[in-house]
């Protein structure tokens, strides 16, 4: 119960957080039953919306496509709803050099798929929870942004290794946990700073702070 709050917290927290900052931004307890609630092409027309933040709201079914179409978008916080499908690649278009994400939270849906398409090398994003959904991909060769700080991957279905690349990162706080990830944890950085319980449960995912691997 306790860790179900703080986390509860965390996503409010991280909410206000985004919207104190001085840029256009979107918060509502959106009830799609409710008529004043704002459309989907009310929201397209807002170009500059910076902010998007629809949590712990009665919102279910796939992730909107529209939001592909908000291309100043930088934070988006869809946690506790109830989104499935996969996320679509097209919110991370090619085409779109800026489309570019800070914070992205989509914890506690049951979104489906993969999410590499948001990780990379030279990406900004420095703020990644996708904890709690149905997520299913492989690890091993995603290559993280160098400005990421907060990834929480638990409780899905991960597969593959920890990368190498993890090490180079300056992360505050990382929960790997409740996947089917394997072989050593890389040793170095901050990896060996989080607590057992960021890496428990997994397939055969070995060395500090977990045992020994044989
Ligand atoms: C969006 O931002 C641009 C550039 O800053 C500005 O020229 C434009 O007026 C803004 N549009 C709206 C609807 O605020
Ligand atoms: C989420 O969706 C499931 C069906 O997929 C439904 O049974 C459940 O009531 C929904 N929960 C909420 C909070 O809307
Ligand atoms: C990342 O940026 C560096 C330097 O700007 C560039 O050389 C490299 O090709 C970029 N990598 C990717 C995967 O875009
Ligand atoms: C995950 O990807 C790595 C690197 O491409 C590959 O070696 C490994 O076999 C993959 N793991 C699984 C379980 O598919
Ligand atoms: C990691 O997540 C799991 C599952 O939600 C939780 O039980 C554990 O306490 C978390 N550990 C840390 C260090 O955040």
Redesign the pocket.
């Known amino acids: 119960m306790n860790n179900h709050f703080s986390t509860l917290f965390a996503t409010i927290f991280l909410c206000f957080f985004l919207l104190s900052f001085p840029t256009?931004s979107l918060s509502a307890k959106w009830n799609p039953q409710d008529k004043k609630a704002p459309s989907p092409e009310s929201l397209t027309?807002?170009?500059?919306l910076t902010t998007l933040c629809f949590t712990n709201t009665d919102l279910s079914g796939p992730i909107p496509s529209f939001l592909s179409k908000l291309r100043?978008l930088d934070s988006i916080n869809l946690a506790y709803n109830n989104f499935s499908g996969p996320i679509p690649a097209s919110l991370v278009p090619k085409s779109f050099a800026n489309a570019e994400f800070t914070s992205l939270d989509f914890s506690r849906n049951k979104l489906e798929g993969g999410i590499s398409f948001f990780f990379g090398k030279n990406k900004t994003l420095q703020i990644a929870d996708f904890s709690r959904n149905l997520f299913e991909f492989n690890l091993s060769k995603v290559e993280f942004p160098n400005n990421l700080v907060f990834l929480e991957l638990n409780r899905k279905k991960i597969f593959g290794i920890l990368p190498e690349d993890l090490t180079k990162l300056q992360l505050q706080l990382s929960n790997v946990s409740y996947n089917r990830l394997c072989r050593k944890i890389p040793t170095g950085g901050r990896l060996q700073n989080f607590e057992e319980t960021a890496y428990f449960h997994n397939l055969c995912l070995c060395g500090a702070p977990l045992a020994a691997c044989k």
Not at 45 to 48: A, C, H, P, V
């Open positions: 256009p027309k807002l170009k500059n100043s």
